[in-house]
């Protein structure tokens, strides 16, 4: 069992930046992949970023890349979003989570076993 806790939300200029933080529970935290995904009101939870076990691999949303970067630091078992050049449609709730595959960086709502609160971030135009 892996509980989940973000911090780092809130309301930010476009344009701006802000750094997501996930800290994690547990002794394993080494062993999971890690995600982050975002739910804007009235649309489904989509994919933003992933992370492996590692931290060698990652993987991004289209409309984040080269905006957004994950990191992983076992040692403080803890995940980073750092979020630069945001924008109004950047605004939703961010949600981590813990993926147990052994294999890479996975995109899917459903690959991922645990999660998260949730965090608002909202970007003002």
């Known amino acids: 069992q892996v509980q989940l806790v973000e911090s780092g939300g809130g309301l930010v200029q476009a344009g701006g930046s802000l750094r997501l933080s996930c800290a994690a529970s547990?002794?394993?935290?080494?062993?999971?992949?890690m995600g982050w995904f975002r739910q804007a009101p009235g649309k489904e939870r989509e994919f933003v970023a992933a992370?492996?076990?590692?931290?060698?691999?990652?993987n991004y949303a289209d409309s984040v890349k080269d905006r957004f970067s994950i990191s992983k630091d076992n040692a403080k078992n803890t995940v980073y979003l750092q979020m630069n050049s945001l924008k109004p449609e950047d605004t939703a709730v961010y949600y981590c989570?813990?993926?147990?595959?052994?294999?890479?960086?996975?995109?899917?709502?459903?690959?991922?076993?645990?999660w998260g609160q949730g965090i608002q971030v909202t970007v003002s135009s």
């Open positions: 547990g002794r394993t935290f080494g062993n999971y992949a």
């Open positions: 989570a813990a993926d147990k595959t052994p294999w890479g960086a996975r995109v899917g709502v459903h690959e991922y076993d645990y």
């Open positions: 992370i492996s076990r590692s931290g060698g691999s990652t």
